[in-house]
């Protein structure tokens, strides 16, 4: 900080031409300067360090309410005379903390000030707070003899609060100072707006169901990705909601109006490509209808469209489209995948995992932790209960000598052969377990498992009544593996939810007792 006694230098302060202005030809520079500065219509404006005056007067004559504060009593008595009928007001007070209480600016004007305090960044953070919303901030500085303050480093101060800075070289116009001059002089208009919040594209992605089996599309000709396969899937758009967004997508690249009853949401998504921005992924879960079948719709960008089973999904395609059904088919809701600079954009089967699950908030008492079934052979319970488990979207999750568990969402379900294990087989008619119940998507769902059970053990119970062996209304299938064990494979419909649950794998199960079932 520089210390200038300015009740002293108040007497000669105006003999600089750029400080009286006293030459019309000066006069007329900084008028024009000053007009293309301020607001085209009539504004508050407030001028930081006033001196005698000389751009009050020319605001007020542009017909600006002027506010004019200088820390000098002799200064600021000086800039009273010379505004003297204009309706502005002069003050005296510290720039840095001008005395205008509550009041708001259009504009903040400091020609020669900022140089000279002693915590630029905090008066700066002060004066921003002086205007009003979209107001501007007019500094005029310079280097005079290696004293002052440059451009560069007066935009990083004013960085912090804005992104908007206008810059302007003023040492070329001579008529501003009266001469030629050869050292750096500057104005910077600064707006009142906060810098650049993070943003990030939103987008949306469609999980179509058939039965067990999902619809992809193969890219081509996009320019990111091509050839391997994504779902249904584009961003946002202004002014839509990421539901309004699907319907529309959906339409565009597979020729489907779906109806907003339709959509169910899977999945959050947080994901980043290789060296891509981040970007917030919807997934969304629709059933295939017969009625209307899902059609390559944009072939330019499509050059293959077709189903696919989600528990054997294929290897090429999207990494994060990849994580993203599988942590559908796991039963997560909220998901990170973030990939690092330079990996591949495709999944790598046994690559880095970058998938995380993201745990969401609920009460967790009273929830089923895991269910353990207690096996005479493992590999044989292993085979049958691996493969159905596999296929109701259950993950493998642990692995010991004597045991195996899949889990699913927050809960799993644990196979041991345990050296414990006492002889007998099960028998569930006996007290005790009878069985466990999982909910299935739809009939067609159902009917594949139950064509698929026998080769891996399972056999169909009550085949005489299949499949509605539960009762009227009550589509499922009653399965039974070599052991005794009983599942029971429940079409998720209104009928199938009425008969009671219990939460295994973060899906309710039905508690019914079938008597002989």
């Known amino acids: 900080m520089t210390t200038i006694d300015w009740d002293a230098a108040a007497g000669s302060f105006d003999e600089e031409p750029d400080h009286g202005l006293l030459d019309p030809a000066v006069r007329d520079a900084w008028a024009g300067r000053l007009e293309s500065w301020l607001p085209a219509t009539r504004g508050d404006v407030l001028d930081l360090g006033c001196g005698t005056g000389s751009l009050s007067l020319l605001a007020a004559g542009q017909g600006h309410r002027v506010t004019a504060v200088d820390r000098s009593p002799r200064m600021a008595d000086l800039a009273r005379a010379k505004l003297a009928g204009t309706g502005a007001e002069v003050l005296v007070g510290d720039a ?68 908007r800075i206008h810059h302007e070289d003023l040492a070329p116009d001579s008529r501003l100072w009266g001469r030629q001059v050869d050292d750096e002089r ?110 390559n719709a944009e072939p330019e960008k499509c050059s293959e469209l077709d189903w696919f089973p989600l528990a054997a999904l294929p290897d090429d395609m999207v990494a994060y489209c990849r994580a993203g059904l599988d942590g559908y088919r796991a039963g997560e809701h909220f998901m990170i995948h973030w990939h690092r600079d330079g990996e591949p954009i495709a999944y790598v089967p046994g690559g880095a995992r970058r998938a995380v699950t993201l745990p969401a908030a609920g009460e967790t008492t009273g929830r089923v932790h895991h269910i353990e079934l207690w096996v005479a052979n493992l590999a044989e319970a292993e085979r049958g209960w691996g493969w159905l488990l596999g296929r109701l979207g259950h993950v493998p999750y642990q692995h010991w000598a004597h045991g195996r568990s899949w889990r699913r969402g927050d809960a799993y379900v644990v196979l041991e052969q345990s050296p414990d294990l006492v002889a007998g087989g099960h028998d569930r008619r006996r007290p005790g377990l009878n069985h466990l119940a999982f909910h299935i998507a739809d009939g067609a769902a159902l009917d594949a498992l139950t064509a698929e059970a026998p080769a891996y053990g399972w056999r169909l119970l009550f ?33 199938g939810r009425a008969s009671g649950a219990l939460s295994v794998m973060g899906r309710p199960v039905s508690t019914e007792v079938e008597g002989e079932t």
């Open 186 to 295: 500057y104005a910077l208009v600064a707006r009142a707006m906060p810098p650049h919040r993070h943003t990030e594209v939103v987008d949306v992605h469609l999980i179509l169901r058939r039965g067990p089996d999902v619809l992809l599309a193969r890219r081509s000709n996009t320019g990111y990705a091509d050839g391997l396969l994504h779902m249904p899937s584009g961003h946002a758009e202004d002014g839509e909601d990421v539901r309004e967004a699907m319907i529309r997508e959906a339409a565009e690249e597979i020729g489907l109006d779906l109806d907003p009853d339709e959509l169910r949401v899977a999945l959050v998504m947080q994901h980043r490509g290789p060296g891509g921005g981040a970007r917030m992924g919807w997934f969304f879960v629709a059933e295939y209808d017969p009625e209307r079948p899902p059609r």
């Open 96 to 163: 840095a903390r001008p005395p205008v209480g509550e009041r708001a600016f259009d504009v903040v004007v400091a020609r020669h000030v900022v140089w000279l305090l002693s915590d630029p960044a905090a008066a700066l953070e002060h004066w921003f707070g002086l205007l009003k919303p979209g107001g501007r901030l007019v500094l005029v500085e310079g280097v005079w003899g290696g004293t002052g303050l440059s451009a560069s480093e007066l935009t990083a101060l004013l960085s912090a609060h804005t992104e």
């Open 463 to 495: 085949p005489d009544r299949h499949p509605y062996a539960g009762g009227d209304g009550h589509r499922a299938a009653y399965l039974e593996d070599p052991a005794g064990y009983e599942v029971e494979l429940v079409v998720d419909s209104a009928a």
